[in-house]
């Protein structure tokens, strides 16, 4: 190695090339992708002899010292690891297979060195490794399947897709990445352009109703398509876009329909359907009736689900004035096609029969309107009803009245002409309208029925007198002065009358000369009540009644008699109402009513109080019953030291087992209602104070014994106590369930010398009961 070359990285060699000091630079060195292909030489050789070949690919050689003394290494991108160098020799050589289209080139540096001493005998050289390109990939089509649609008629060489293969070669070496694009399937209907892969149609008249779906297969061939080169495939499939290019067409060119003459509005009367080859918006029709329907009795509307066009009426049919009709009907397209010349259409005829039915009767008027003056007689006629039978037949009707619609059963009417009169007296004031329904109904076909609302006005006579607008009370005050408006009054009257309401007001004829109040009109059917005087006093007289005659302007006219209260008042200097009664009038100046009412109401709860308190202390004092001072019942030693705590230092009670109603005879047994009553029996008396309590026992066991009456159970009453707080608990032998004999009273010693004593009694009395 030359020190010319010391500084050129980018210097390549060429295979087998020796590198001598002065030489020209070296070609590239260049190895072929294929697996474990080698350069000898400069030159590729044929793959196979490459596959057993172990000579070097390339060569390093110096002619600083003997080739036995020189040592040669590699460093850099996959020494040691792809590439490796024999170091004696300098063959450099793939340890494994190279592919381009993973890495393209290796940039290495070259080393030699002397075995002997580790010097280096050349500078160190940077060379790059080129992998040249075979054609080992395939082309691909990284984005298929693919899937297209194009409008079906459309013209010869329409684009429809466009479609792309990518080869992994060298573009720029050679042919291995120029592709060619052919297609496979879908001949004669679409071709491939061969360098850009655009699919185009390719046969005119392409036919969706025929056919919808295409499946065309393209391939990309690599080396210009010639022979050898590799090729892939994609599949595209490409489906016909509807267009409207076909009509409507009636299924039959002649419809027929029967419909009865009582076909209610709406309603339908028949379907015709016009069908199309086309589908969704390009399918879809709207109905018409283009003749004979002059008079507008018909419609045809679309249904959208099942496009077909429903006959329906838009009048009544009459089978007594027309029979049949002839319509002509027309189904267009609501999508035109811009190539042709319009919307598509077609035409059939409809004939319809109208069949005779039995209607029910028809009114003359559909609603009535009738009026009857509020005082009028019982009978009389208000108006008049008709309907008739439109049928052929004419059937005779009867007429009646809806009761539902008139409760009170104010109306009545002839069945056979429909004259309605009048049944109870009517009143303006209550009802103004009554509205009746009245039906009309076929003699021979009672089924057939009609129905007409006919509305009542009741007419106003004046048959109320007016009265006052609300029941007034008027204030006077002490202090007012004379010609002062004490109060305005007004009146109202129920009575409706047609030029409206006027009210005459005047005094009763005894208080026309009254000498404290008169009355002024105000000419608005108002008057003004006014004090002829200031010298009003409560303590004279506190309240004046006024009588006031008010006359409407009626035919005849009505008038009633109203009273006003007028109240003598005290007043502040303002005028403004403070006190009316004249017991207000003596309380003290500065104590208001409200005020004394509280302080009343204070007492009286006071001595609620007190009276509570005094009736709770007697009762708390008193004896639980009479009974004698004497009574030696009572004189009871209470023996407390061994007791059982507080409860047994409490008083007894001889209430208990005295009961003052014992001494009068027999006292009905209140746990049950006995069905046979007994004659009570006359108690035996120990004393005028008391009772034998033992004898008092004796008896009732023995009324128990025998009313047949009584439970099944002894009411027992245990009067043994010895309080809860007690540790002895009960002595009762009434509670003691085992017999004497199963009792052991070795307890007893153990609450202390008087109970010891009284155990040792009862264990002698055992022992000797066992022996």
Request: hydrophobic residues 35%; proline residues 6%.
């Amino acid at each position: 190695m030359g020190n010319s070359q010391r500084n050129s990285r980018s210097l390549q060699l060429t295979a087998a090339a020796h590198l001598h000091q002065g030489k020209p630079p070296p070609t590239p060195l260049l190895l072929y992708s294929h697996p474990l292909t080698k350069c000898y030489g400069g030159m590729p050789r044929r793959a196979s002899d490459l596959y057993h070949t172990m000579n070097a690919s390339a060569a390093l050689h110096t002619d600083k010292v003997e080739n036995d003394t020189a040592r040669y290494s590699l460093s850099g991108e996959g020494a040691g690891t792809i590439f490796a160098i024999n170091e004696k020799t300098g063959d450099i050589h793939a340890m494994k297979r190279l592919d381009r289209e993973e890495k393209a080139e290796y940039t290495l540096t070259a080393k030699v060195t002397n075995a002997i001493t580790g010097q280096l005998l050349e500078p160190m050289t940077e060379f790059i490794i080129k992998v040249q390109d075979i054609n080992d990939n395939a082309p691909k089509f990284t984005e298929g399947p693919y899937h297209a649609a194009v409008e079906e008629m459309s013209a010869v060489g329409t684009s429809v897709i466009t479609v792309t293969a990518t080869d992994a070669d060298d573009p720029v070496y050679g042919n291995s990445a120029k592709l060619v694009y052919s297609i496979l399937e879908g001949q004669p209907y679409f071709s491939v352009d061969p360098n850009s892969a655009t699919i185009r149609i390719a046969l005119h008249g392409m036919d969706r109703e025929m056919r919808e779906d295409y499946q065309v297969v393209i391939q990309a061939k690599d080396m210009g398509g010639h022979m050898g080169g590799l090729s892939g495939t994609t599949t595209v499939s490409i489906t016909l876009q509807d267009i409207n290019d076909n009509p409507p067409k009636f299924s039959k060119s002649l419809y027929e329909f029967v419909i009865p003459e009582d076909l209610p509005l709406g309603k339908e009367g028949g379907k015709v359907k016009a069908n199309d080859r086309d589908i969704g918006e390009n399918a879809k029709s709207t109905y018409s009736i283009i003749e004979g329907d002059d008079q507008g009795v018909f419609e045809i509307i679309t249904n959208a689900t099942t496009q077909e066009g429903i006959l329906q009426l838009r009048k009544p049919l009459d089978y007594e004035s027309k029979r049949n009709y002839t319509l002509k009907v027309e189904a267009t397209n609501i999508r035109s096609e811009p190539r042709s010349n319009g919307p598509f259409k077609d035409t059939a005829t409809v004939k319809i029969v109208v069949e005779d039915s039995d209607e029910p009767p028809v009114f003359s008027k559909p609603m009535y309107l009738l009026e009857v003056d509020e005082n009028a007689p019982i009978n009389k006629i208000i108006g008049t009803v008709t309907a008739r039978d439109p049928d052929a037949t004419g059937s005779p009707i009867r007429y009646f009245i809806d009761r539902h619609t008139d409760l009170e059963r104010q109306f009545n009417i002839n069945v056979d002409n429909g004259r309605i009169t009048l049944a109870k007296p009517l009143d303006r004031e209550t009802d103004m309208w009554h509205n009746i329904t009245v039906t009309a109904t076929e003699v021979r076909n009672h089924s057939q029925i009609s129905r007409a609302v006919v509305a009542i006005r009741v007419m106003d006579i004046n048959d109320n007198a007016p009265e006052f607008a609300t029941e007034y009370e008027a204030f006077l005050c002490e202090n007012g002065k004379p010609g002062q408006v004490i109060q305005t009054v007004s009146a109202v009257d129920k009575d409706d009358p047609i030029q409206g309401h006027y009210f005459d007001y005047r005094l009763v004829p005894e208080m026309l000369n009254n000498p404290n109040f008169t009355i002024k009109n105000n000419q608005d059917n108002s008057i003004s009540v006014l004090a002829k005087h200031d010298t009003f006093r409560r303590q004279k007289q506190e309240m004046y009644f006024l009588p006031i005659i008010v006359t409407d302007n009626g035919n005849p006219p009505m008038s009633s008699t109203n009273t006003l209260t007028i109240r003598v008042c005290g007043c502040s200097k303002d005028g403004i109402v403070q006190s009316c009664n004249v017991e207000a009038y003596v309380l003290p100046i500065g104590l208001s009513m409200g005020a004394l009412i509280a302080i009343l109401a204070c007492i009286i709860l006071l001595l609620v109080i007190v009276v509570l308190f005094v009736t709770l202390r007697r009762h708390k004092n008193e004896p639980l019953i009479i009974k004698d001072d004497e009574d030696v019942r009572e004189n009871i030693i209470r023996y407390d030291d061994e007791g059982g705590g507080e409860e047994d230092t409490e008083a007894f009670d001889i209430a208990t087992l005295q009961n003052p109603d014992g001494i009068n005879g027999y006292l009905p047994r209140k746990d049950i209602k006995p069905d046979l009553q007994f004659m009570p029996r006359a108690g035996q008396h120990s004393g005028p104070n008391g009772v034998d309590v033992d004898e008092f026992i004796n008896v009732r066991l023995h009324e128990a014994d025998n009313d047949p009456t009584a439970p099944p159970y002894d009411s027992i009453q245990i009067y043994g106590y010895e309080g809860r707080g007690s540790i002895a608990g009960s002595l009762s032998s009434l509670e003691t369930a085992s017999s004497d004999s199963d009792q052991n009273y070795d307890y007893l010693r153990e609450w202390g010398p008087r109970f010891r004593r009284l155990g040792e009694l009862y264990s002698v009395g055992e022992s000797d009961r066992e022996t």
